[in-house]
């Protein structure tokens, strides 16, 4: 089959918290958004150092939903609405920011093997100020077919429906081979999507794709052929394409600069509207400073 015309974006190294290394593969100057998707960090598989671990400390957002898929180790997750909710394999941690929440992640286990995904989803704008919430999913529904291994994280596909809540029409879609599997992968030709190679080796529509490489597919598609090499793991996103780019600084997300400087100015000032992550030792993060020229897709989320 010769090969399809595809937008590659290659992972870009960043740090998260202390000393841990991820890939950001969204957003891009390539590329901001898939569907509602406006963030994408991989972090691993890596095996962690032992006198720090996974140490994220106290950290404000609005305008999204953080969407934590843990693949391996383990992290808890600690939140300024009380939450303390360990994050094992297989299950979802689902953070709605609304107009403002806190959070932190840490290790949370002897294990220091790490590997996971963490997603950003732009809520709405008559969502944006909604009031914030948290919920666990240690429940998904998985199964089996031509050799791989399906894990529905968002959304439906075919007979199937993630029980994780979002506000836009969205897929996520978790494919692992341990022994190889090639399928045809249906697809709504309303919605844009996006595959990221998580380790080994892929071919989507006879294109090689390698590990910590994002696809973009674009959209007007009903199904792509895809082959995944022994042992390949990788993330299928898609959603319908946003009628407005949404604003990403550090750890907002917005549709006016106004919105982002007052979530800063609240946050550094120690505004109640962040609330307070308790049981956390160590100080809260402090907000770079803010200026228009700054170029959204160019900014150091965390």
């Known amino acids: 089959m010769p090969e399809a015309s595809f937008l590659r974006i290659s992972a ?3 740090e998260l918290g202390a000393g841990l290394r991820v890939g950001q593969v969204l957003p891009t100057r390539q590329r901001r958004t898939i569907g509602a998707w406006c963030f994408l960090d991989h972090a691993g598989p890596t095996v962690l150092e032992e006198d720090t671990g996974m140490n994220v400390g ?16 383990e ?28 959070h932190t992640e840490e290790s949370a286990s002897a294990s220091l093997n790490l590997h996971a995904a963490q997603l950003w989803i732009a809520l709405p704008p008559l969502m944006q100020a909604c009031e914030p919430a948290f919920t666990h999913y240690p429940d998904l529904p998985q199964w089996h077919i031509q050799g791989v291994e399906m894990t529905l994280l968002v959304g439906r596909y075919c007979e199937e429906q993630s029980p994780v809540q979002v506000h836009s029409p969205l897929l ?6 341990s022994g190889g599997g090639v399928l045809d992968v249906t697809l709504n030709p309303a919605h844009e999507y ?3 190679v998580l380790q080994g080796e892929a071919r989507l529509a006879g294109e090689s794709v390698g590990p910590d490489e994002l696809v973009y597919l674009g959209g007007s598609r009903s199904s792509v052929p895809l082959a995944l090499a022994p042992g390949a793991h990788a993330l299928l996103l898609g959603g319908e ?3 407005e780019t949404p604003l990403i600084w550090w750890n907002f997300v917005a549709y006016d600069w106004n ?3 007052s979530a800063r100015a609240d946050w550094e000032s120690g505004n109640a509207r962040f609330g307070t992550v308790h049981g956390y030792v160590g100080e809260p993060y402090q907000a770079p400073p803010l200026s228009r020229s700054i170029n959204p897709t160019a900014t150091q989320p965390t």
């Open 58 to 73: 106290p950290h404000p957002h609005i305008g999204l939903q953080t969407f934590t898929w843990m693949i391996e180790g």
């Open 12 to 14: 870009r190294s960043a």
């Open 194 to 196: 996006g595959l990221l």
């Open 241 to 243: 394409p946003l009628p």
């Open 259 to 261: 919105s982002i400087a």
């Open 172 to 177: 996520c879609l978790d494919l692992a081979a």
């Open 75 to 102: 992290i808890l997750h600690r939140d300024s609405l009380g939450n303390v909710q360990p994050l094992r394999p297989g299950q979802v941690n689902l953070m709605t920011a609304g107009r403002g929440i806190s």
